[in-house]
Nanobody
Framework: QVQLVESGGGLVQAGGSLRLSCAAS????????MGWFRQAPGKQRDFVAY????????YYADSVKGRFTISRDAAKSTVELQMNSLKPEDTAVYYC???????????????????WGQGTQVTVSS
């Protein structure tokens, strides 16, 4: 089992920045790829970014590429999402998740993540 707890959400004006953090505990953190997903009201949960266990491979949704950066600290068992140049359309509940998959295609699908955090709200005002 892996337990995930997100933090760092909040209210920010458009163009601002937020840094989300996800603390992991339980089974070996470095065995999993970590992903961030988001879900806006009335919409499906969408992929945002992932980072593989080694930290050397990352992937971003087109909508956040160039604005968001995912990173992980294996020693602290955390994964973070730095969000810059935020837009109102980034407003959503953000979830971190852990996956045992390593293939890029599978890591972009929420069904391939076995463990999820409770989510943290990000609201971007215009």
């Amino acid at each position: 089992q892996v337990q995930l707890v997100e933090s760092g959400g909040g209210l920010v004006q458009a163009g601002g920045s937020l840094r989300l953090s996800c603390a992991a505990s339980g089974r070996t953190f470095t065995s999993y790829a970590m992903g961030w997903f988001r879900q806006a009201p009335g919409k499906q949960r969408d992929f945002v970014a992932y980072i593989k266990w080694s930290g050397s491979s990352t992937y971003y949704a087109d909508s956040v590429k160039g604005r968001f950066t995912i990173s992980r600290d294996a020693a602290k068992s955390t994964v973070e999402l730095q969000m810059n140049s935020l837009k109102p359309e980034d407003t959503a509940v953000y979830y971190c998740a852990a996956s045992g998959f390593s293939d890029s295609y599978y890591l972009r699908q929420m069904g391939n993540y076995a463990y999820w955090g409770q989510g943290t709200q990000v609201t971007v005002s215009s």
